[in-house]
């Protein structure tokens, strides 16, 4: 892990390509993120809050717009390899749950907070039975890759469902939390 520095679009794309993520469904985390969060009460909702500011994360959003799995760096596990598919995780089509789910964060809220770069393709997730929004960056390193490629390679046991995947970064959004 390195520390996080600025990135701009076009260190984004250039990135993302890398990580074999396609530039029209590239994102970045908008920085009231972090100010939604915690904004929600704190003695109440402690433990999601933590959850849904981990940098790394895979979120399955179901056709009603609720989440239904829950992938995050913390649950993970590993040493030095974060093990993503721990438990056979990701062998199904949904992935079995490793967060818990929770409700502070619907997909219609979770949408307001990505922010379309130049080339984003934005699409209606009504259309699609399951939308995915990962969230990842550059200073986890292969831990990014790892994760990018059990969301990709999960994504084709998904047969005869309309699954969107857009991938968030949020380099800047922990500039300064290091």
């Known amino acids: 892990m390195k520390l996080p520095k600025p990135i701009d679009e076009k260190s984004i794309l250039k990135s993302g390509k890398r990580f074999n993520i396609p530039n029209e469904d590239s994102y970045q985390l908008d920085t009231t993120y972090r100010a939604y969060l915690f904004s929600l009460d704190t003695s ?47 062998q199904t089509f949904l992935p079995k749950q490793q967060a818990p789910v929770d409700s502070i964060l619907p997909l219609n809220s979770h949408l307001k907070f990505l922010l379309p770069l130049s080339q984003t393709k934005e699409e209606n997730p009504d259309n699609f039975d399951y939308y995915v929004i990962v969230h990842w960056n550059r200073f986890m ?25 857009v991938y968030v970064n949020n380099d800047n959004h922990f500039l300064n939390d290091f």
């Not at 239904?68 to 913390?74: K, L, P, T």
């Open 44 to 90: 109440k909702f402690k433990h999601q809050i933590k959850n849904h500011y981990q940098p790394l994360q895979a979120l399955y959003y179901g056709k009603n717009g609720n989440l239904e799995s829950f992938q995050i760096n913390c649950y993970a596990g590993g040493f030095p390899n974060l093990k993503w598919n721990r438990n056979e995780t990701f």
């Open 141 to 165: 390193g292969r831990q990014t890759r790892r994760l990018l490629r059990c969301v990709q390679k999960n994504a084709k046991l998904s047969s005869g469902k309309k699954l969107k995947i």
